[in-house]
């Protein structure tokens, strides 16, 4: 079993941490990534915004595996409702 990055950071005057390179390769994140901190207890943990994000778009296409939607359906629905956006925008001309 692999063994998880670990290290130390030094809190620097300007409340700046830097990160040891292995623990950013262990979260894939480079220089000017963000970074989502949060604290339970005595606890701070900091996760990588774009992993949130993937996470969000592992939700939505999940959600629709489950609707039984496919991605077929939902391009066509979503020219439907430009081209409708459209006429409705040129007072009924498409």
């Not at 620097?12 to 220089?31: H, S």
């Not at 701070?44 to 991605?71: C, H, N, V, Y």
Request: net charge positive; charged share 35%; aromatic share 2%.
């Amino acid at each position: 079993m692999a063994r998880s990055p670990q290290g130390e950071a030094t809190l620097r005057p300007k409340r700046q941490l830097t990160l040891p390179a292995e623990i950013c390769e262990a979260l894939g994140i480079e220089p000017g990534d963000m970074l989502e901190l949060s604290v339970e207890g005595q606890v701070l943990t900091a996760r990588p915004k774009k992993a949130k994000a993937m996470d969000a778009l592992r939700e939505i296409r999940d959600s629709f595996t489950r609707s039984g939607i496919t991605e077929a359906e939902l391009l066509k629905a979503g020219r439907t409702t430009r081209r409708d956006i459209k006429r409705e925008r040129n007072g009924g001309k498409s």
